[in-house]
């Protein structure tokens, strides 16, 4: 058994804490909306907290950035205009970036100093943004953009934090309505919602939300050891298009880090307890 002898970071949700033995603290810094804090670890490479909670490290952020973005791009037949709100450490739009048949990438962030802070600490989640002509920088707030865009988007990413003050609105019905209008008529939303564990009620809620307004909606799960408990959950919705089907034949399924083929399908497969958490 290890001994919690040196330096720790500690992420404390709810009942639970999850830490992480650090080399040193980067950076911590409260921008206009948030607490942003960055830790060199001693096995997970840099760590990004927001308000105390884990974002995103070095070593596993392949695994959340390449299912929020591969299992929507790879379910519709040819997405072309996208849109990212949040995930302003920039992975979501990276993975975005490798569908050469993407044509646009509006990224709303709501603070830049994310953006700044990863680009210093986390080169390689933003390698090549700035450079390629289809990702647009929008820096601002997502709710408020979707509201004033109509039948334009093939998918819309929503890459937010946990259901708090920043990120609350991301989790409602009226932003849930602005998005089904901001879709093209087979347009497809996923979003991160938590993890069945100490949040299913947040996940059932999102799930009844969207079931009001779309015909397809499911669950996702992937396995991300720097979020309290591990399992994590995203939510699925769209006009048309069933995720379990991989109907992109322009995108070629590359050697990603996590999603390939299978994972794609079997992430749909859900334990017990989590389809009665939702039912
Ligand atoms: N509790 C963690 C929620 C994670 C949400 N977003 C992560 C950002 C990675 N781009």
Not at 1 to 23: N, P, R
Not at 225 to 245: E, L, N, Q
């Amino acid at each position: 058994m290890g001994k919690m002898t040196g330096k720790w970071c500690t992420e404390v949700y709810k009942d639970t804490a999850l830490s992480f033995k650090i080399k040193k603290k980067l950076y911590g810094k409260r921008s206009k909306y948030q607490m942003v804090e960055i830790y060199e670890t001693e096995k997970h490479g840099n760590l990004m907290a927001l308000d105390g909670c884990y974002m995103v490290s070095t070593a596993e952020e392949f695994v959340y950035h390449d299912m929020l973005a591969h299992v929507p791009l790879f379910s519709h037949p040819n997405p072309e205009n996208i849109l990212v709100i949040g995930g302003g450490d920039g992975g979501t739009v990276r993975e975005v970036m490798k569908h050469k048949g993407v044509k646009s990438i509006d990224f709303v962030e709501i603070d830049e100093d994310v953006y700044t802070t990863s680009k210093k600490y986390f080169p390689a989640l933003v390698k090549g943004l700035e450079q390629d002509k289809r990702v647009h920088f929008l820096f601002g707030d997502g709710i408020k953009f979707v509201k004033d865009s109509k039948d334009k988007y093939d998918v819309i990413l929503v890459d937010g934090t946990d259901p708090s003050d920043i990120a609350g609105g991301l989790f409602s019905s009226d932003f849930f309505k602005d998005v089904h209008n901001a879709l093209k008529e087979d347009g497809i939303m996923v979003m991160q919602s938590e993890d069945p564990w100490f949040d299913s009620d947040i996940i059932k809620n999102v799930q009844d939300r969207l079931k009001k307004l779309f015909l397809q909606v499911h669950l996702y799960l992937a396995f991300i050891p720097i979020y309290p408990s591990g399992m994590w959950s995203f939510s699925y919705a769209s006009k048309k298009h069933d995720p379990r089907v991989i109907k992109n034949k322009k995108s070629k399924i590359a050697k990603f880090k996590y999603y390939s083929e299978e994972v794609h399908k079997a992430a749909f497969a859900l334990p017990q307890f989590v389809k009665d958490a939702i039912k």
